[in-house]
């Protein structure tokens, strides 16, 4: 269990490691650390201004304005939102065009954390490819 601004665990520095930042109260954001892979490394934030970087932001009780201020603070990072199971797609669709990589409708730890790897994932696959021939995701 993660406590604030406590890590996942040991992550050698020699190794290379992605920086996770939980974002919001416990029952926000479900602590997924020990789903992660072991070079990654999780800290909990109870609110933006406190994080130092991150590669990957899981942003508890999302809006449009704070996923827009994470992007803002983190423009590499993948960011996931964590929201309510029954807002409607209409607020799913505010959370993406506000800069989120990926929605995810709170729910159990295990699909949160399979929902950030695959997020990371694939903002990882295009930004390699965006570095051939200037290739650009769709927007």
């Known amino acids: 269990m993660l ?7 040991p992550h050698p520095t020699s190794r290379p490691h992605v920086r996770v930042a939980l974002v919001g109260s416990r029952t926000d954001v479900a602590d997924i650390a020990p789903m992660l892979p072991r070079r ?8 933006l201004s406190t994080m130092d970087g991150a ?12 996923v827009a ?3 803002l603070l983190n423009p590499t990072a993948t960011i996931v939102a964590v929201i309510d199971p029954q807002a409607p797609v209409a607020f799913l669709v505010q959370m993406m065009r506000a800069g989120a990589d990926a929605c995810v409708r709170s729910g159990t730890s295990a ?3 399979e929902e ?18 200037g290739w650009r995701p769709a927007a």
């Open 3 to 9: 406590t604030p601004d406590a890590t996942s665990g």
């Open 40 to 47: 990654w490394h999780a800290t909990r934030h109870h609110r």
């Open 55 to 66: 590669d990957i932001v899981v942003l508890g009780a999302a809006t449009s304005d704070r």
């Open 69 to 71: 201020a994470a992007r």
């Open 111 to 113: 699909l949160l954390a």
């Open 116 to 133: 950030v790897l695959a997020a990371h994932q694939l903002r990882h696959r295009q930004s390699r490819l965006a570095g051939r021939d």
